[in-house]
Nanobody, 122 residues
Framework: QVQLVESGGGLVQVGGSLRLSCAASARTFSSYAMGWFRQAPGKEREFLAG????????YYADSVKGRFTISRDNAKSTVSLQMNNLKPEDTAAYFCASRLGIVIQNKWWDYWGQGTQVTVSS
């Protein structure tokens, strides 16, 4: 069982930046791929970014490529999402997820955090 706890959400103006963090309880954290998702009201949960266990490989949805950066610190069992140039359409609940093995760009991950709200105001 892996527990994930997100932090760093909040209210930000258009064009601003936020950094989300996710702390994991996994004993072998580097064995897990990590991902970030978001879900806006009435919409499907959307894959945003993923990173391999080693951190060598990263993957991004087209909607955030060039604006968001995923990174991880295996010594601290954390994964982060740096979000720049935020837009109103980025407003959503953001979730951290983990799974053994490779990154997959769909919702079928093994473990999920409780989510943190990001609101971008214009």
């Amino acid at each position: 069982q892996v527990q994930l706890v997100e932090s760093g959400g909040g209210l930000v103006q258009v064009g601003g930046s936020l950094r989300l963090s996710c702390a994991a309880s996994a004993r072998t954290f580097s064995s897990y791929a990590m991902g970030w998702f978001r879900q806006a009201p009435g919409k499907e949960r959307e894959f945003l970014a993923g990173i391999s266990g080693s951190g060598d490989n990263t993957y991004y949805a087209d909607s955030v490529k060039g604006r968001f950066t995923i990174s991880r610190d295996n010594a601290k069992s954390t994964v982060s999402l740096q979000m720049n140039n935020l837009k109103p359409e980025d407003t959503a609940a953001y979730f951290c997820a983990s799974r053994l093995g490779i990154v997959i760009q769909n919702k079928w991950w093994d473990y999920w955090g409780q989510g943190t709200q990001v609101t971008v105001s214009s």
